[in-house]
């Protein structure tokens, strides 16, 4: 990408210090790097830790301060560098959004920071990048995709808009998924899941993601699970929690899936929603915690924490039911093993 962007007669420096999960600390050389080349624009190429860390120094660099300053509740309208976001990953869909997400270093709160600001001037998306995924990050990431349209599907901020691009993006999943994992060379799956990833991310970044999102943050932010894994390992139980409050809603998502036909019940297909949840979780071995490695103690003490920092991050007000503390806490602990 470098020898091109010369090519064209343009200036170019790169940072690569991204982390996965990126944290404040790990901004701080990033910030340094755009001010000392005078950047004008920044290119984001990698999965979604690239991708936010690209939005994380665009603002950065331009109004200064710390990241912690722009989490939600606050609405980031700039100003701040254009980003050109370019994917390499099929998950995140953060080339498509107006979310960065950000680890506290100081407090290991993963802060959700939103706002036009963030929303990337362009994202080019090539399916080929995706092609050296193994299977594990080819999983984690699709769930995640998964996970966005249909938490952007039964969001209370859902509309007609983002429901379009979320029930396109669920059939595409459905049919695609566990082929791209049992054969990541299949060059027509990993297209597919391209294009769903980045469909799911106009949709969530339109209606907002939910419960399954706010509690799998503070699980990456502790423990260290990749947020698509952590994702898969609430899902089920966060989707069997919230239907009744939303059960024709869940019922579309399963249609949409393939797992229900048009004549099930709505009180049917959204049982076969959680029960297609729990398959592909087996299907693509996704680990509980404690099969993780996360040990059951260190687990238990951080629920009331979690729990607090699921709530602050705002996301499951927009659940179909909205939890208390001690419901998230009671979630965290049923899928512990």
């Known amino acids: 990408m470098t020898e091109t962007l010369q090519k064209s007669g343009l200036n170019v420096a790169v940072f690569s210090g991204t982390v996965p999960d990126p944290t404040t600390d790990s901004l701080s050389a990033g910030v ?15 999965g979604g830790s690239a991708i936010d860390t690209a939005k994380a120094l665009g603002i950065l660099s331009r109004q200064g301060g710390e990241m912690r300053d722009y989490k939600a509740p606050r609405s980031n309208t700039g100003p701040a560098l254009p980003v050109v976001a370019i994917p390499t990953t099929a998950g995140s869909g953060s080339e498509a959004t107006q979310f960065t ?13 939103a706002g036009i600001a963030f929303l990337p001037a362009a994202a080019v998306i090539d399916h080929t990048l995706t092609l050296s995924m193994p299977p594990r990050l080819t999983a984690d990431t699709g769930i995640d995709a ?30 695609n ?40 943050r503070p699980i990456g932010a502790h423990f ?12 089920p139980a966060v989707t069997e929690f919230s239907i009744t409050a939303a059960e024709s809603r869940y019922a579309e998502c399963a249609r949409a899936l393939g797992v229900a036909s048009a004549a099930a019940t709505d009180r049917e297909a959204s049982a076969a ?6 398959a592909i979780n087996a299907d693509l071995d996704v680990p509980t915690p404690a099969v993780f490695g996360i040990d059951r103690h260190a687990w238990e003490s951080k629920l009331p924490l979690m729990a607090e920092q699921a709530l602050s991050s705002g996301s499951p007000a927009n659940n179909p039911v ?3 503390a001690q419901q998230i806490q009671g979630i965290y602990a049923g899928i512990y093993s």
């Open 32 to 46: 340094s790097a755009v001010k000392e080349h005078e950047a004008d624009i920044i290119i984001g190429l990698g």
């Open 101 to 113: 997400i950000i680890s506290d270093s100081e407090t290991n709160e993963k802060m959700l920071c």
């Open 146 to 175: 998964l996970t966005h349209a249909i938490e952007a599907f039964v969001s209370k901020k859902a509309s007609p808009f983002s429901d379009a691009f979320a029930l396109s993006a669920i059939r595409t999943i459905g049919t």
């Open 177 to 216: 998924l566990r082929k791209v994992y049992e054969d990541g060379a299949n060059q027509a799956a990993r297209e597919a899941m391209m294009l769903a990833a980045t469909q799911a991310g106009i949709a969530f970044s339109n209606s907002s993601v939910a419960l399954v999102h706010g509690m799998s």
């Open 224 to 235: 260290h699970v990749a947020h698509g894994l952590a994702n898969a390992m609430l899902f």
């Open 273 to 278: 929603l959680v029960s297609e949840l729990h």
């Open 322 to 324: 909205i939890p208390d």
